[in-house]
């Protein structure tokens, strides 16, 4: 790997912080929930979080996501000021190791390791070794792991630890539509995206209609060369022979259609390299990927076109082979620059080089209103 830091210019002075928009979206959560903001939050809010992860084994697929995940504006907020003690749990995760107080001592540490370090000029870098412990069941610390499990596995414990039990999905149990509402937990609230799947008998036009929840939103990548693509690939009819249609009952010819109703303020996407058929094997190539991207045209009907540019904020790209490889990540910082994400080392790195990588996944944030491209 020691060439593929030439390119990059380590560096050294950085700071912590809360990412571009998050002092605007913190307000406006702090607003709907009655949280307040700290005045060590607020003293941050303007400067970058710029830190190494140490790997002492296999745990690159961690580090990537953590970057990405605490690249995130409003993450590292809501964790450090631990809201999550504010609302009602459905478990409690006050006694012993749980994930959310082990992201909420991580971000302290970030903070702490901050201060220590900014004056000296030298890259801090966290050992997240509780992380490790409560994910040494399900991931092995001997062997590689994929990141985007990792990723699906970090938030459904952080979604299951942190839903209010008061709170239920804001759908109406009458219909299958999405109904728009408060979610239960943090991670709903800024992460899900709520596809509506429909299947249309052509004969006598009964047609049925299911939701489905993400985290991530998988696109294909066989035979596509940029995302804009494979979202036009996941929003094509496709036709269904032989579905047996509760209308007739009886086998017809269906089409079926997926249609996003609802996306969150975070949109992450998992751009599917890895293939099992024929064989297994990974998909090579640059799929081309924008900085800004108008999600209202897959989603005309419930977002509102003033809110549906989404700014890419971190990508994870993994080097290697579907037998072995590593994870790096690239993050965009509050003041427009890129930074190399390789574990321990960081460095500065050109737009143009962030913009030629086969990312892997992809992490997007809407802009506010306020916010220009």
């Known amino acids: 790997m020691k060439g593929v830091y030439d390119a990059y210019e380590l560096v050294a002075h950085h700071s912590e912080s809360i990412t571009p928009g998050e002092e605007r979206y913190s307000g ?11 005045k060590f939050a607020e003293k941050w809010a303007l400067k970058p979080c710029i830190f190494g992860l140490e790997n002492n084994r296999y745990f690159c697929y961690l580090n990537s996501m953590l970057q990405c995940v605490l690249n ?80 699906l596995s970090l938030f459904c414990n952080l979604r299951e630890e942190t839903t209010d039990k008061r709170i239920n999905y804001p759908r109406d149990p009458k219909s299958t539509e999405f109904t ?71 086998m017809q010819n269906c089409q079926m259609r997926r249609k996003l109703v609802h996306l969150s303020d975070c949109l992450v996407i998992q751009l599917q390299r890895f293939a099992q058929y024929p064989r297994l094997r990974k998909i090579r190539g640059l799929i081309k990927f924008d900085e800004y991207m108008d999600m209202g045209t897959i989603c ?54 962030v913009f030629r990588q086969d990312a892997y996944i992809l992490f997007y944030q809407k802009q506010r209103q306020d916010q220009g491209c």
């Open 28 to 38: 406006q959560k702090e607003r709907a929930s009655g949280f307040r903001a700290t």
């Open 72 to 151: 995130i504006g409003g993450f590292m907020t809501y964790y450090r000021q631990q809201r999550f003690l504010e609302i009602t749990l459905t478990k409690p995760i006050l006694k012993g190791l749980s994930f959310s107080k082990t992201i909420a001592q991580l971000c302290e540490e970030i903070d702490s390791k901050n201060l220590t370090l900014a004056r000296a000029k030298q890259i801090k870098v966290i050992q997240p070794k509780q992380l490790r412990r409560l994910l040494q069941k399900t991931f092995s610390p001997i062997m590689e792991h994929d990141a985007h499990e990792f990723l």
């Open 180 to 250: 728009p509402g408060r979610f239960p937990s943090f991670i709903d609230q800024n992460f899900i995206t709520i596809e509506n799947t429909q299947i249309l008998c052509q004969k006598c036009k009964h047609s049925e209609n299911s939701l489905q929840y993400f985290t991530t939103l998988p696109l294909s990548v066989e035979g596509i060369h940029s995302i804009h693509d494979s979202i036009e690939h996941y929003s094509k009819p496709e036709e269904l022979s032989d579905y047996r249609c509760e209308g007739c009952k009886v």
């Open 300 to 353: 005309p009907d419930k977002v509102n076109p003033f809110q549906s540019i989404y700014e890419l904020k971190s990508i994870a790209v993994h080097l290697g082979t579907i037998y072995g490889g590593h994870y790096v990540a690239y993050c965009k910082k509050e003041d427009g620059q890129w930074y190399f994400m390789d574990d321990e080392r960081v460095g500065k790195v050109s737009t143009e080089e």
